[in-house]
T-cell receptor, first 113, second 109 residues
Framework: AQKITQTQPGMFVQEKEAVTLDCTYD???????LFWYKQPSSGEMIFLIY??????QNATEGRYSLNFQKARKSANLVISASQLGDSAMYFC??????????FGQGTRLTINP | DAGVIQSPRHEVTEMGQEVTLRCKPI?????LFWYRQTMMRGLELLIY????????DSGMPEDRFSAKMPNASFSTLKIQPSEPRDSAVYFC???????FGPGTRLTVL
């Protein structure tokens, strides 16, 4: 069975600092994909970044990067130069085998001015 | 592209009534997913379709829930009869990348 664990229920970060959101996963599949989504208070789910298990380079998308450590089964999201608008819930998810995603419980990030 | 479109955005109904949620996926996407989000259970996959065919409906809570995808551009999720515990945000997502729609906030009184 696939499982995603996000151990940080909440995080508080000062504006302009970098922030790392933790995500560990468990799967016996060799081929899988890892996703991060942002959910602001308005409720929509915004796709941020994707990492495939066979990708050798860490995925990057603007201020977002995914620190993929396959041996440790971790896929942490790094946000550089945080902004007030980054305050939101962040979900890590995994797709393994079938197309469906399994989500973690989320981390609530608060950026302080 | 308008992205994934869901309607209605908000639905308030009384226990026992039928509820129909609608989704229009992004054009060209072959897969469509229905998720439910609650505080207690987080995000759960209810069902997903590939090329309009239901592939995995193991997440559908019970027989009161049904989903259809009559064509590549439209899907419905129906709850009949609805119960207060069905209150949640229901998301539709499309494509391998799983782009989400804005969600339907359902409240069953």
């Amino acid at each position: 069975a696939q499982k995603i664990t996000q151990t940080q229920p909440g995080m508080f970060v000062q504006e302009k600092e970098a922030v790392t959101l933790d995500c560990t996963y468990d799967t016996s599949d060799q081929s899988y994909g890892l996703f991060w989504y942002k959910q602001p208070s308005s409720g929509e789910m915004i796709f941020l970044i994707y990492q495939g298990s066979y990708d050798e380079q860490n995925a990057t998308e603007g201020r977002y990067s995914l620190n993929f450590q396959k041996a440790r089964k971790s896929a942490n999201l790094v946000i550089s130069a945080s902004q007030l608008g980054d305050s939101a819930m962040y979900f890590c998810a995994m797709r393994a085998g079938a197309q469906k995603l399994v989500f973690g419980q989320g981390t609530r990030l608060t950026i302080n001015p | 592209d308008a992205g994934v479109i869901q309607s209605p955005r908000h639905e308030v109904t009384e226990m026992g009534q039928e509820v129909t949620l609608r989704c229009k996926p992004i054009s060209g996407h072959n897969s469509l997913f229905w998720y439910r989000q609650t505080m207690m259970r987080g995000l759960e996959l209810l069902i997903y379709f590939n090329n309009n065919v239901p592939i995995d409906d193991s997440g559908m809570p019970e027989d009161r829930f049904s989903a259809k995808m009559p064509n590549a551009s439209f899907s419905t999720l129906k709850i009949q009869p609805s119960e207060p515990r069905d209150s949640a945000v229901y998301f539709c997502a499309s494509g391998i990348e799983q782009f989400f729609g804005p969600g339907t906030r359902l409240t069953v009184l």
